[in-house]
């Protein structure tokens, strides 16, 4: 099994809808992330949690919100998914100790239409 | 916030030969700095970090420079190979978490 894995893999989903994105790690590390990969401009955080009492915004979190339900466990959610939304997203763990860098999941592709 | 711009955008090389990729970054206070490879269909990996306190990391073929008066690094590929075709972002940071990422460089390996 992959150390992080995100679901679903690829989604179409309508302007307006709600969405959620999963991702779980079994790497046991407290810190978690969400990126956005547009052509272009590289990794943009969204959200980024230290530990589940603990969630801070990223450069571009408008528009997107974060729950996370257990040290494993870190979910976005598109509350009224809007085209520009349109992208690849990575959620990512690390160590607290740096030592290992981030462990990426493979990313869910999403299209909004 | 940190602004991590890396040049060039797209890179090919002939297979043997060797491939630079450079980053400036923005603020001084950053000291980790990695470099990440992204394979189609995959999440980036790491592949080499730096700390400020080091100059020149390398492991076999791949080697990272700092230059933090400057405020640049850069990753030195050599005798490449077709499997080192794929997206390198580099990356910087004030401590080991939230990195700010480059755009990306697609490098092309001629066989």
């Known amino acids: 099994d992959a150390d992080v894995t995100q679901t679903p893999r690829n989604r179409i989903t309508k302007t307006g809808k709600r969405i959620m994105l999963e991702c779980s790690q079994t790497k046991g590390h407290d810190r978690m992330y969400w990126y956005r990969q547009d052509p272009g401009l590289g990794l943009r955080l969204i959200y980024y949690?230290?530990?589940?009492?603990?969630?801070n915004k990223g450069e571009i979190s408008d528009g997107y919100s974060v729950s996370r339900q257990a040290q494993a466990k870190f979910s976005l959610s598109l509350e009224s998914a809007i085209p520009n939304q349109t992208a690849l997203y990575f959620c990512?763990?690390?160590?607290?100790?740096?030592?290992?860098?981030?462990?990426f999941g493979s990313g869910t592709r999403l299209t909004v239409v | 916030g940190e602004n991590v711009e890396q040049h060039p955008s797209t890179l090919s090389v002939q297979e043997g030969d060797s491939a630079v990729i450079k980053c400036t970054y923005s603020?001084?206070?950053?000291?980790?700095f990695p470099w990440y490879k992204q394979e189609l269909g995959k999440g980036p990996q790491l592949i080499i970090d730096i700390r400020s306190n080091v100059g020149e990391k390398k492991d076999q073929r791949i080697a990272v420079t700092l230059n933090k008066t400057a405020k640049h690094f850069s990753l030195h590929i050599t005798e490449t190979q077709p499997e080192d075709s794929a997206v390198y972002f580099c990356?910087?940071?004030?401590?080991?978490?939230?990195?700010?990422f480059g755009a990306g460089t697609t490098v092309t390996v001629r066989a």
């Open positions: 603020d001084s206070a950053s000291n980790y």
């Open positions: 990512a763990t690390s160590d607290p100790q740096g030592t290992y860098g981030y462990t």
């Open positions: 949690s230290f530990d589940v009492k603990d969630i």
């Open positions: 990356a910087a940071s004030i401590g080991d978490y939230k990195l700010s």
